[in-house]
Nanobody, 127 residues
Framework: QVQLVESGGGLVQAGGSLRLSCAAS????????MGWFRQAPGKERESVAA????????YNADSVEGRFTLSRDNAKNTVDLQMNGLKPEDTAVYYC????????????????????WGQGTQVTVSS
């Protein structure tokens, strides 16, 4: 089993920044991809950014391209999401996730391809 713990959410004004962090523990050797999803009230869960562990291939959703940056620390088994230029529409619960197999291309943004999920952290952007 793998446990994922997110931190760093909160309330910020539009245009501000937040940094989310996800720490993986347990059988971390079984992780091949990690990512961040978000879910706003009344909406489906959507992919924000993800990374394939083996080759570092990174996916970013169009809605966050140029504003959010995903980074990883293999030694610490952490994945961070730096969020700049936040907008009210970024308000959501953000979930860290991990997969037990390599994911490529469109596989990275399909939630059904992930095996482990964190408890979520709330991000609220005020206008």
């Amino acid at each position: 089993q793998v446990q994922l713990v997110e931190s760093g959410g909160g309330l910020v004004q539009a245009g501000g920044s937040l940094r989310l962090s996800c720490a993986a523990s347990g059988r971390t050797f079984s992780i091949y991809a990690m990512g961040w999803f978000r879910q706003a009230p009344g909406k489906e869960r959507e992919s924000v950014a993800a990374i394939n562990w083996s080759d570092g291939y990174t996916y970013n959703a169009d809605s966050v391209e140029g504003r959010f940056t995903l980074s990883r620390d293999n030694a610490k088994n952490t994945v961070d999401l730096q969020m700049n230029g936040l907008k009210p529409e970024d308000t959501a619960v953000y979930y860290c996730t991990a997969a037990r197999r390599p994911l490529y291309g469109s596989q990275l943004y399909a939630p059904g391809n992930y095996d482990y999920w964190g408890q979520g952290t709330q991000v609220t952007v005020s206008s």
